[in-house]
């Protein structure tokens, strides 16, 4: 047993000493290892032969959506598994537990093999469910630590052969790690619904606590899900309730007809629509509190498509200007925040049937909205009939995102 402390231990220490050596929450994304960027904006990552390899455009943008994109694909496709993972890990500590309980039958009965038994069953659960879920949630310390709470006390028993404490002492057990797999406790510590790990930081660096973000990747099991701050469990205030799927079928389909050309599947890896509204304030009265669709929150959408790699995303961009029309280039952050570093985007615009002008349904409409490319990413935002100068402000709580990055901290209120 002390052997395997040390072990342990040990591996700590390295885990410890790699951090210093880590990016954002354990991982370090190639495109933010020794980035250059060349004249054109392409970045260049210097390859094994010493020769550089173009990676495509705005590589620092290009490397947050790709953080952006995994979380929100991991979360679609091995959450679930992940989670039965973590529960399977408790059940075969509380297996153990049960099992040895069983067989206790006089005073000499327990034994220090039974404690390293119990703590062996811990840590394995720790590792698995580890394995499972990090970097997205961490349960390992969770699960160690409930096991280094019981084991001094059954320990102590053993050598004492005092059964009745070693006995007691496994049912607090059992109800410690019973309680880590309660589907409330799993629902709250590793929630889904609503998101607020990582993946809200890195939707709203600049202020996770204020934004209320709708996800959808239809493609990937018609996945939908809100991310933002859960409420406090407060008597004396009423939450939100949210009374429909975010980003359902019929508002993507409304999306996709202002996009038009914008949408490009061929070659194309993943697809995620993003809103990202203000979070609506606990009332001090029900019937103040916010009730309905998340929908009616009115939030900015943003459009992503992932590529396998920047020259495709660069042929795509190519067929899309082609199919429409631009007028420049410009920062999408407010014009007070603009910095000199700040991203230019197309400012792009292309027909569609209909018009969302008055009485001019007889004529082709016109969407305005903005497009950009980073690395194997096409963004595209700010689609409307209203054209770029009839529309200040449009950008919402879009300013806390991560694809404006040069707000964050510029004003007194976070944007």
């Not at 537990?97 to 062996?120: F, G, K």
């Not at 005092?162 to 629902?187: C, G, K, N, W």
Request: glycine share 6%; aromatic share 8%; hydrophobic share 35%.
């Amino acid at each position: 047993m002390q052997q395997r402390r040390r072990t342990i231990l040990a591996s700590l220490g390295t885990v410890a000493g790699l951090a210093g050596c880590l990016n954002v929450d354990g991982v370090t994304y190639p495109d933010e290892l020794d980035n250059r960027t060349d004249s054109d904006g392409n970045n260049g990552t210097s390859s094994d032969d010493g020769t550089d390899r173009v990676t495509g455009p705005h590589p620092s943008l290009a490397a947050a959506t790709r953080a952006v994109v995994a979380d929100a694909v991991w979360f679609a496709v091995s959450y679930e598994n992940a989670i039965e993972v973590y529960r399977e890990a408790i059940s075969d500590v509380l297996a153990t537990v049960s099992s040895l309980r069983e067989s206790i039958n006089e005073p000499t009965t327990p034994t220090v093999d039974m404690v390293e038994q119990l703590e062996a069953a811990g840590y394995d659960a720790a590792d698995r469910a580890a394995t499972a879920l990090e970097p997205y949630f961490y349960p390992a310390h969770l699960i160690r630590s409930r096991t280094d709470t019981h084991i001094p006390a059954l320990t102590r028993s053993a050598h004492r052969n005092d059964a009745d404490r070693f006995v007691e002492e496994l049912d607090r057990m059992h109800l410690s790690f019973f309680q880590i797999r309660t589907p409330i406790y799993i629902s709250d510590r590793f929630s889904r619904d609503p998101i607020h790990n990582r993946l809200l930081d890195r939707l709203a660096p600049s202020a996770p606590g204020r934004v209320f973000v709708e996800l959808a990747i239809p493609d990937r099991r018609n996945f939908m899900a809100l991310a933002y701050e859960p409420y406090a469990d407060d008597s004396d205030s009423y939450p939100p309730t949210f009374t429909g799927d975010p980003l359902p079928e019929a508002r993507r389909m409304t999306l996709r007809e202002r996009l038009g050309p914008v949408t490009q599947s061929t070659g194309r890896t993943e697809e995620l629509f993003c809103t990202f509204a203000a979070r609506p304030d606990a009332a001090s009265r029900q019937r103040n509190a916010f009730e309905g669709p998340p929908g009616d929150l009115d939030g900015t959408p943003l459009y992503i498509q992932q590529y396998s790699d920047s020259a495709t995303a660069s042929d795509r961009l190519d067929s899309i200007l082609n199919a429409g029309d631009t007028e420049g280039r410009e920062p999408i952050a407010p014009e007070s925040a603009t910095s000199n570093d700040t991203l230019a985007w197309h400012r792009y615009y292309h027909r569609e049937a209909g018009s969302d002008r008055t009485d001019l349904d007889e004529f082709a409409g016109v969407q305005y909205g903005y497009l950009l490319q980073a690395g194997e990413f096409l963004l595209a935002t700010g689609f409307s009939g209203d054209a770029w100068e009839e529309r200040p402000r449009w950008q919402g709580q879009l300013t806390n995102s991560w694809v404006i990055p040069s707000l964050a901290g510029t004003s007194e209120d976070g944007i």
